[in-house]
């Protein structure tokens, strides 16, 4: 499955401020563009998770407009996470759904179910390591099936955007390599991905550009600093 689209994600002098607080995030603008990673680094409270969660219109910005296609996230919410892939750090799944299951109903509630669906989701959910124990309840599921569940459901309607905090956590050497390979063929379809994580080996192999927080500075990436 091809993204659909192809749009940058556009911030514009954003802020974020909670109460009469310092700024977490402070006229900001970036350009994220299609067909590139980013990573979010920075130490502890510098933004990340909260810039990730501006991205996924689950926090409104104080000021300033996020854009994707010409239009606000924030006033066409609906319509801009319908091309959205998010992997959140925690792993809030329902648990009496199996892994399929939640694959599914993600198809479904984009209108991308097809008679090819189910063998796609095969398809995915075994290029993810996720063994046969895709069929049980998620509720029974370790960490490291419930991360891969996770980047499945993301994964799984091909987005134009994908927003990661932590996706490596819990995943075994094995497993890692085979998420990072989807997620690099999905950049090379012409999706663009924001990533906040602590493996700095990971984000070197996969992110074009690095975006430090505190100082709003861009960088190309290197083998020894991320």
Not at 207 to 213: E, H, P, T
Request: charged share 20%; glycine share 6%; with cysteine.
């Amino acid at each position: 499955m091809q993204p659909e689209s192809r749009h940058n994600l556009t911030l514009s002098n954003v802020s974020k401020q909670y109460g009469r607080g310092v700024p977490v995030i402070d006229s900001f603008s970036h350009d994220f563009e299609a067909g590139t990673a980013t990573a979010l680094t920075g130490p502890n409270g510098s933004g990340k998770t909260t810039l990730l969660r501006l991205l996924a219109v689950t926090s409104f910005p104080s000021s300033g407009v996020i854009s994707f296609a010409g239009k606000s996230i924030h006033e066409a919410p609906y319509t801009y996470l319908q091309h959205v892939g998010i992997v959140h750090d925690e792993s809030a799944l329902p648990e009496y759904m199996s892994a399929v299951e939640l694959l599914e109903y993600a198809l479904r509630s984009r209108n991308k179910w097809t008679s090819n669906s189910p063998a796609e989701i095969d398809q995915l959910l075994d290029s993810l390591l996720l063994d046969e124990r895709r069929q049980n309840l998620i509720g029974t599921y370790s960490s490291g099936m419930l991360k891969k569940t996770q980047i499945g459901m993301a994964l799984v309607a091909a987005p134009a955007v994908l927003l990661m905090d932590e996706p490596f956590r819990g995943l075994d050497s094995e497993s890692l390599e085979a998420a990072t390979t989807r997620f690099e063929a999905l950049k090379k379809k012409g999706s663009l991905m924001v990533i906040a994580s602590h493996r700095k080996d990971m984000l070197s192999l996969l992110c074009d550009s690095y975006i430090d927080l505190a100082s709003h500075q861009t960088q190309q990436p290197s083998n020894t600093t991320a």
